[in-house]
């Protein structure tokens, strides 16, 4: 099985600056007949279900703000909101749908400082 | 606009059975891959298992802690997956998901969650 490992699992950073989440997959998750990454990553509000931020590592979903954005290949992944607003406070969730027992990290919490 | 609405939690003994069922709207439901995602109170996401379209068998997969116990079929006529719980464990309380596969036309599913719905929250306890 694949595990999948976040750091850090909590995070506080100040209204406008970056904030960056790590995602960590025990193999590799990159399909090699079509160079795509098979990693997700997710928004969680409190009271709410997730919502997906990022797919094949760096593709943002439809209406997903640009401070948004994915990188990484391979095992090594990143989430990085380039300038923190007040909204974005949740926990963060990476996925990797490359092979079953799909899996997803342990979550980081982003809070404000 | 695609929505997705689970049903049927609840609280229930150990060992018991619950049938949870997820109603979709919005989309042509029978085109998509389903699958369920749980959360324990407190706790991070897991994936419980998943159900292709007809068009790729129909066929399930599941998670290592729940093969065996569970079971996910579905009704296209309907836009209905459930999610049949059998000897279900006091390790089993979550809120349970339903989520849709993203679907290309021209290459198919890929799991991960494009859409979700709001959960249902099943307890079990004596």
């Known amino acids: 099985d694949i595990v999948m490992t976040q750091s850090p699992d909590s995070l506080a950073v100040s209204l406008g600056e970056r904030a960056t989440i790590n995602c960590k997959s025990s193999?590799?998750?990159?399909?090699?007949?079509?160079?795509?990454?098979?990693l997700a990553w997710y928004q969680q509000k409190p009271g709410q279900p997730p919502k997906l931020l990022i797919y094949w590592a760096s593709t943002r979903e439809s209406g997903v703000p640009d401070r948004f954005s994915g990188s990484g290949s391979g095992t090594d992944f990143t989430l990085t909101i380039s300038s923190l607003q007040a909204e974005d406070v949740a926990v963060y969730y990476c996925?990797?749908?490359?092979?079953?027992?799909?899996?997803f990290g342990q979550g980081t919490r982003l809070e404000i400082k | 606009e695609v929505q997705l609405v689970e049903s049927g939690g609840g609280l229930v003994q150990p060992g018991r059975s619950l049938r949870l069922s997820c109603t979709g709207s919005?989309?042509?439901?029978?085109?998509?891959?389903m699958s369920w995602v749980r959360q324990a109170p407190g706790k991070g996401l897991e994936w419980v298992g998943f159900i292709r379209s007809k068009a790729y068998g129909g066929t399930t997969e599941y998670a290592a802690s729940v093969k065996g116990r569970f079971t996910i079929s579905r009704d296209d006529s309907k836009s209905i997956v459930y999610l049949q719980m059998n000897s279900l464990k006091t390790d089993d309380t979550a809120v349970f998901y339903c989520?849709?596969?993203?679907?290309?036309?021209?290459?198919?599913?890929?799991?991960?969650?494009?859409?979700w719905g709001q959960g249902t929250l099943v307890t079990v306890s004596s």
């Open positions: 193999q590799s998750v990159l399909y090699s007949s079509n160079n795509k990454n098979y």
């Open positions: 996925q990797q749908y490359f092979r079953t027992p799909y899996s």
């Open positions: 989520t849709r596969s993203f679907y290309y036309a021209s290459s198919g599913y890929y799991n991960f969650f494009d859409y």
């Open positions: 919005g989309f042509t439901f029978g085109d998509y891959a």
